[in-house]
């Protein structure tokens, strides 16, 4: 069975940093396009970011230049660093195998001004 599980989220200062990552079992994120995505409250589950199984990367607009989706092969688990948070940052964010329809449980991330 696939299992997804989110760490790394929290409470942190505008301007701050956080990483979250992803511990993947019964598959691999190297073989497909993987990603983050968030929901805010009242707010519809949005992509944050993507990365192909070729390593290629794509952002929302929102958070371009600011965080940075990774992979990390070896050890099977897939990488969202943020920086320069804001208070619109603060959501669930989710990791996500969407070709196996496979979701985290959520990691929270909560941006103080």
């Known amino acids: 069975q696939v299992q997804l599980v989110e760490s790394g989220g929290g409470l942190v200062q505008a301007g701050g940093s956080l990483r979250l990552s992803c511990a993947a079992s019964?598959?691999?994120?190297?073989?497909?396009?993987t990603g983050w995505y968030r929901q805010a409250p009242g707010q519809e589950r949005a992509v944050v970011a993507t990365i192909s199984s070729g390593g290629r990367t794509n952002y929302a607009a929102s958070v371009e230049g600011r965080f940075t989706i990774s992979r990390d092969n070896l050890a099977n688990t897939l990488v969202l660093q943020m920086n320069n948070l804001k208070s619109e940052d603060t959501a669930m964010y989710f990791c996500t195998a969407p070709g196996l329809g496979a979701w985290g449980q959520g990691t929270q991330v909560t941006v103080s001004s």
């Open positions: 019964g598959m691999f994120f190297k073989y497909m396009t």
